[in-house]
Every structure is written in structure tokens, then in C-alpha cells.
């Protein structure tokens, strides 16, 4: 019988000053687990070097979910996300409809990081980065993560939503996740982590 595989009791001590990316299936608690990092991270930190990316999309169901759906951004803190972020592979109804989202995704995402790089601070956070990288240029991100002490992501990692239309998003996601992981200092899958504290929502950052 295989051995069970550790679970891992991930702290805002054990993140800051590393490269961490989390990755789990939709739905499974990736935007849960960085707030609450990000909670312990605002206790060690001056909120005003933390930067956040929001990418996610707003709740579907189980899948999908902002930082705001577990904290209350005022404060310092500099919080950045799109007007509007599309689900392509769940909105589109044909190939072009998924390049299309992708696309626009990436139109919107994509100032977001020129912003962080024009204005760097020490702590980053980006929220569903996967969405971006079914366009966007992995490179881009890595620039970012260049710039900053600390980087947290959480990346969609899974089989619910591989259907794609044939368009390739699907493989191109989970390729540059893949790359992405080798820049990192820590890479964690949800199913390994236990959760350590109740959440509840929370109130700290500034919405910029």
C-alpha cells in the first residue's frame, strides 16, 4: 500500500523572502489559502510593500473567487485586478469563443503587470495566474518575480477543466505552470495542505 503523503502546515513566516506557488484543482481552496497567508504576511510586513494581482475570475459556482470574497481590501495595501475577468474554457461554446476570452484576459491582465513592474515593492501576490498564461507571456511574470523578496501565486492544476474546444489553452496553461514551478522555492499542491485557522473575512490593504 503507497504511504500517504505528507501534509504540510504552511505559515506567512515560511513564505516571506521565497518564490511559492500553489497549485490545485478548481474549486479546491487555492484563493482560501492565500488570504490567509496573506493575513499572517500584513503581521510580519508594512502592508504598504505588499502588491496583489487579482486575476480570478468572481465565483461560479465552486469555482473561481477573488481575495475580496476573504478580505476587505483598505489600508495600505496596493490591490490590483481587471474589470471584468473571463472563464473561457467555461463561457466558450466554441474554439473561437475560448481563444476569445483568452485573449481579452490577457488585454486586461497585462497592464496590471507593466503597473507592477513600473512600481515594484517587496511582496507580490498574484491570484490565478493561470488565467494569464493561457495567452499571456510566461516571461512577463518572471520579470515581475524579479523584482520582488516575495512572491505568492495560486495556479489552477487539475483535470476539471481541460476541454478546451481543441484549442490548445488547456496544454499551454499547464506547460508554463510547469516552467514556472522551477523558479520557485516552494511549490505546494491544496490536497497536501492542512488548514490552519479558521478564516474568516478580514479587513487590511487599500484598492487602488
Given at each position: 500500500m503507497a504511504k500517504n503523503k505528507p501534509i504540510i502546515r504552511l505559515r506567512g513566516s515560511e513564505v516571506l523572502g521565497k518564490k511559492v506557488l500553489i497549485l490545485g484543482e478548481a474549486g479546491s481552496g487555492k484563493t482560501k489559502i492565500a488570504a490567509k497567508l496573506f493575513q499572517e504576511l500584513t503581521a510580519l510586513v508594512n502592508p504598504e510593500i505588499i502588491t496583489i494581482v487579482d486575476m480570478a475570475p468572481k465565483r461560479i459556482n465552486?469555482?473561481?473567487?477573488?481575495?475580496?470574497?476573504?478580505?476587505?481590501?483598505?489600508?495600505?495595501?496596493?490591490?490590483l485586478s481587471p474589470e471584468k475577468v473571463y472563464t473561457p474554457r467555461l463561457s466558450g461554446?466554441?474554439?473561437k469563443e475560448v481563444l476569445r476570452y483568452a485573449e481579452l484576459n490577457r488585454?486586461?491582465?497585462e497592464p496590471l503587470l507593466y503597473e507592477y513592474i513600473q512600481n515594484p515593492t517587496e511582496v507580490l501576490l498574484i491570484n490565478d495566474v493561470t488565467l494569464y498564461l493561457q495567452a499571456g507571456e510566461l516571461e512577463k511574470i518572471l520579470k515581475c518575480i524579479k523584482l520582488t523578496k516575495t512572491f505568492l501565486a495560486t495556479a489552477y492544476y487539475g483535470k476539471k477543466l481541460v476541454e478546451d474546444f481543441g484549442t490548445g489553452i488547456s496544454m499551454r496553461e499547464k506547460m508554463l505552470t510547469d516552467k514556472l514551478a522551477t523558479f520557485m522555492d516552494l511549490v505546494v499542491k491544496t490536497d497536501r495542505l492542512r488548514e490552519m485557522f479558521t478564516m474568516r473575512?478580514?479587513?487590511?490593504g487599500k484598492s487602488q
Amino acid at each position: 500500500m503507497a504511504k500517504n503523503k505528507p501534509i504540510i502546515r504552511l505559515r506567512g513566516s515560511e513564505v516571506l523572502g521565497k518564490k511559492v506557488l500553489i497549485l490545485g484543482e478548481a474549486g479546491s481552496g487555492k484563493t482560501k489559502i492565500a488570504a490567509k497567508l496573506f493575513q499572517e504576511l500584513t503581521a510580519l510586513v508594512n502592508p504598504e510593500i505588499i502588491t496583489i494581482v487579482d486575476m480570478a475570475p468572481k465565483r461560479i459556482n465552486s469555482v473561481g473567487g477573488k481575495m475580496t470574497d476573504y478580505v476587505n481590501m483598505i489600508g495600505g495595501v496596493k490591490y490590483l485586478s481587471p474589470e471584468k475577468v473571463y472563464t473561457p474554457r467555461l463561457s466558450g461554446t466554441t474554439a473561437k469563443e475560448v481563444l476569445r476570452y483568452a485573449e481579452l484576459n490577457r488585454k486586461a491582465m497585462e497592464p496590471l503587470l507593466y503597473e507592477y513592474i513600473q512600481n515594484p515593492t517587496e511582496v507580490l501576490l498574484i491570484n490565478d495566474v493561470t488565467l494569464y498564461l493561457q495567452a499571456g507571456e510566461l516571461e512577463k511574470i518572471l520579470k515581475c518575480i524579479k523584482l520582488t523578496k516575495t512572491f505568492l501565486a495560486t495556479a489552477y492544476y487539475g483535470k476539471k477543466l481541460v476541454e478546451d474546444f481543441g484549442t490548445g489553452i488547456s496544454m499551454r496553461e499547464k506547460m508554463l505552470t510547469d516552467k514556472l514551478a522551477t523558479f520557485m522555492d516552494l511549490v505546494v499542491k491544496t490536497d497536501r495542505l492542512r488548514e490552519m485557522f479558521t478564516m474568516r473575512k478580514i479587513t487590511f490593504g487599500k484598492s487602488q
